[in-house]
């Protein structure tokens, strides 16, 4: 499967189950992580794109039935109620 240069890593780590790994890349909302984009997000904006790795690293996660990373990626997905729809 191909997917954008950005996700590459991430989607690796959480199909390996690298639980340590996927929370560096920016799955949290007060993740560090950044990527040629993000550098020019609005603050709002930025933690959407968070939250969208999140989701997706979620989906493969569930997919893969890696259910340590699972849980702990619903735990530490603590984003703001103003973000969720």
Same mark, same amino acid.
């Given at each position: 499967?191909?997917?954008?240069?950005?996700?590459?890593?991430?989607? @690796?780590?959480?199909?390996? #189950?690298?639980? #340590? +790994?996927? =929370?560096? =890349?920016?799955? $949290?909302? &007060?993740?560090?992580?950044?990527?040629?984009?993000? @550098?020019?997000?609005?603050?709002?904006?930025?933690?959407?794109?968070? %939250? @969208?790795? %999140?989701?997706?690293?979620?989906?493969? %996660?569930?997919?893969?039935?890696? #259910?340590? =990373?699972? &849980? $702990? =990626?619903? +735990?530490?997905?603590?984003?703001?109620?103003?973000?969720? &729809?």
């Amino acid at each position: 499967m191909t997917i954008w240069h950005t996700w590459v890593k991430l989607i @690796d780590a959480v199909a390996h #189950n690298r639980i #340590n +790994e996927v =929370l560096k =890349l920016g799955v $949290t909302p &007060q993740s560090t992580f950044k990527s040629p984009n993000s @550098d020019y997000m609005t603050k709002a904006a930025r933690q959407n794109f968070l %939250a @969208d790795r %999140a989701c997706v690293a979620l989906f493969v %996660a569930c997919h893969r039935g890696h #259910n340590k =990373l699972v &849980q $702990t =990626l619903v +735990e530490s997905g603590k984003y703001p109620s103003s973000m969720k &729809q």
